[in-house]
């Protein structure tokens, strides 16, 4: 069965094209539109990866790392922070408060494919 890859961001135009990537380079893949989502999916569904946004509407991606990290199904699931902001993020501070990495939107498809495939390896065994 192919590695699983959630992603959740709340941009649906930018979601749906990293998914069509991530699909494209043989991963199965799940969205969600918002931490509270990204969570409920990660429970359901205990993905190998999850990329986050940071701003979202509803929980951020804070939220939903710590609700994660908290919850023994999910505690182990690589979070890789996924935003736009790369100017107010710091990535040390962010490895520190539990995230597994960081990735500055736009990503450019390879970019992406090659960090999935650094955490979780090529989509199947």
Known sequence: MPRTILLADDHED?????LTVLQRAGYRTLGAANGQQAVEVAHEHLPDLILMDL????????QAMRQLRADERTARIPIIVLTAMALSVDRERLVAEG??????KPCMPPHLV????????PPED
């Open 114 to 121: 090659s960090e999935v495939r650094r955490v979780v390896g």
């Open 99 to 104: 995230f597994d990495g960081l990735l500055i």
């Open 55 to 62: 701003a979202m509407p509803v929980m951020d991606g804070r």
């Open 14 to 18: 930018n979601r749906l094209a990293l």
